[in-house]
């Protein structure tokens, strides 16, 4: 724990493993740091949590060179690499790093620091922690750090989990799949960027499709987007209940809809066809096909 010493004590306190600026000392409790004082939130917080928070890494590397354990963790288990990837400062958390934080810690919510890094949305923490071993998948009872990239909108975090194995489709218990989630936040640019990396367009959250959130969220856009790719329009969820049936009447989401519901194009048929039979990697193997320029482009969307 961290207690407050006496008001007149001005200088640096100095337990037996470690130097520490400020009115705290440690006593020794594992490698937990708390306050007696449990109304401020931020009352557990250690110097070197803050130095991570604020992006001082000059401080940070005093700290860490005057023997401060780099795995000290707050009450709720966050330690000062969550924070440095919270607030993006990437040189914060490769110092961290190189002299021994946890990559794949955990706190009590559930979080990672590559979560972290995904909710900040730097690509630079993301790229960091993936050269340090972080686990670029958890557990389903983990926070998912894409679910959080795509629900933030930050393409970049998004593109570098894929790149690194995620399963595309991973589906989270409330959440759904990135695509679900996408549509649900309206993030246009993750969802045009899933599909043409092969995410299933009719694979949502349970019975709920993509095209069930996107017709919630009346965004056209969305809504164009999922049926060019093949979504079902007569896929109902739990509630019997069809895209169309969500749509609010007479808007641009339900006239999208209704436009959709007649028999496609031959060529958007086709392409479609040629898309499933070379599955997920499809984006990857058309280049391979040595097809004229314009059909390529009209495979892969473009």
């Given at each position: 724990?961290?207690?407050?010493?006496?008001?007149?004590?001005?200088?640096?306190?100095?337990?037996?493993?470690?130097?520490?600026?400020?009115?705290?000392?440690?006593?020794?409790?594992?490698?937990?740091?708390?306050?007696?004082?449990?109304?401020?939130?931020?009352?557990?917080?250690?110097?070197?949590?803050?130095?991570?928070?604020?992006?001082?890494?000059?401080?940070?590397?005093?700290?860490?060179?005057?023997?401060?354990?780099?795995?000290?963790?707050?009450?709720?288990?966050?330690?000062?690499?969550?924070?440095?990837?919270?607030?993006?400062?990437?040189?914060?958390?490769?110092?961290?790093?190189?002299?021994?934080?946890?990559?794949?810690?955990?706190?009590?919510?559930?979080?990672?620091?590559?979560?972290?890094?995904?909710?900040?949305?730097?690509?630079?923490?993301?790229?960091?922690?993936?050269?340090?071993?972080?686990?670029?998948?958890?557990?389903?009872?983990?926070?998912?750090?894409?679910?959080?990239?795509?629900?933030?909108?930050?393409?970049?975090?998004?593109?570098?989990l894929l790149a690194n194995n995620v399963n595309i489709d991973h589906e989270v218990?409330?959440?759904?799949?990135?695509?679900?989630?996408?549509?649900?936040?309206?993030?246009?640019?993750?969802?045009?960027?899933?599909?043409?990396?092969?995410?299933?367009?009719?694979?949502?959250?349970?019975?709920?499709?993509?095209?069930?959130?996107?017709?919630?969220?009346?965004?056209?856009?969305?809504?164009?987007?999922?049926?060019?790719?093949?979504?079902?329009?007569?896929?109902?969820?739990?509630?019997?209940?069809?895209?169309?049936?969500?749509?609010?009447?007479?808007?641009?989401?339900?006239?999208?809809?209704?436009?959709?519901?007649?028999?496609?194009?031959?060529?958007?048929?086709?392409?479609?066809?040629?898309?499933?039979?070379?599955?997920?990697?499809?984006?990857?193997?058309?280049?391979?096909?040595?097809?004229?320029?314009?059909?390529?482009?009209?495979?892969?969307?473009?």
């Open positions: 724990m961290l207690q407050l010493t006496e008001e007149n004590e001005k200088n640096c306190e100095v337990s037996e493993s470690i130097r520490r600026f400020g009115p705290w000392k440690e006593i020794s409790f594992g490698d937990y740091i708390c306050h007696t004082f449990q109304g401020d939130c931020w009352a557990d917080r250690s110097p070197l949590h803050e130095a991570a928070a604020q992006g001082r890494l000059l401080a940070l590397k005093t700290l860490i060179a005057q023997g401060v354990n780099v795995n000290l963790v707050t009450i709720n288990r966050v330690s000062s690499l969550h924070e440095a990837c919270l607030g993006g400062h990437v040189a914060c958390a490769k110092a961290l790093l190189e002299n021994g934080a946890h990559v794949n810690g955990v706190t009590v919510h559930g979080a990672t620091p590559l979560f972290n890094a995904c909710c900040s949305g730097s690509a630079a923490c993301v790229n960091v922690l993936l050269e340090f071993g972080a686990k670029a998948q958890f557990e389903v009872h983990l926070a998912s750090p894409i679910h959080e990239a795509v629900r933030r909108g930050h393409r970049e975090c998004m593109e570098i218990p409330q959440l759904g799949t990135p695509l679900y989630v996408a549509c649900t936040y309206q993030r246009v640019d993750c969802v045009k960027k899933l599909l043409e990396l092969g995410a299933s367009v009719d694979h949502g959250q349970w019975l709920d499709t993509p095209l069930h959130a996107a017709a919630r969220q009346s965004n056209v856009e969305v809504i164009h987007l999922l049926t060019d790719y093949g979504a079902n329009l007569k896929r109902r969820n739990a509630q019997g209940k069809s895209a169309l049936d969500l749509a609010a009447p007479k808007s641009s989401v339900e006239q999208a809809l209704l436009l959709c519901e007649g028999p496609p194009a031959l060529s958007q048929l086709c392409r479609l066809c040629v898309r499933k039979c070379l599955g997920r990697a499809c984006h990857q193997a058309i280049h391979k096909l040595c097809l004229p320029e314009p059909l390529e482009r009209f495979l892969l969307y473009q």
